[in-house]
């Protein structure tokens, strides 16, 4: 799983991690619908195992799209330069849109997010992450759903990566160098 350097410490269960999910799902479903299905958007990779878990807790119509995110910079340092990879497939003007993301870390990634999807006009735009950590923040960003607030450390597990590995561990550590 691992390279002989690499240790990779539980941070958060399996279980810890549904049953937060399931909660995310209730608030989410408790909003409702607004005229048209719930565009949910899952921001590829890191968010792929989160948003999967996620969309199967909320009990609303919805359609589900893709967003390709890819950040410049190193492999555990955000540079806050983000390019797209993949553009969603639906127009987005009047719908209600909720952005599924793995981790707000600087809030960088997150900032030029909102402003490309606000510039296409939705009906209202919301942002759920897995994890939160404030200890970074760089920029201001709202979220309206936040699964755990994390300290400053790097993770890796359930969809997140370093270089391009543990995206498959069905729970999330952090990783340190041995
Ligand atoms: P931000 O722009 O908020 O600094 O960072 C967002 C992106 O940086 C995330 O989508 C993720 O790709 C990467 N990132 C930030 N912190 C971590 C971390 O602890 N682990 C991993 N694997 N990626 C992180």
Known sequence: MSNSNEIMDPYLDASQIA???ASLGRSITEVGAGPSPLVVVCVLKGSFMFFADLVRQIDLPT???????SSYGGATESSGAVRLTHDLTLDIRDRDVLIVEDIVDTGLTMSYL?????ARAPRSLRVCTLLHKPARKRVDVPLDYVGFTIDDVFVVGYG???DERY???????VLRFA
């Open 167 to 173: 995206r498959n561990v069905p729970y999330i550590g």
């Open 114 to 118: 909102l402003d490309i999807l606000r």
């Open 19 to 21: 049953a937060r999910i």
């Open 160 to 162: 997140l990566d370093y």
């Open 63 to 69: 359609n589900l799209v893709f967003l390709g995110v």
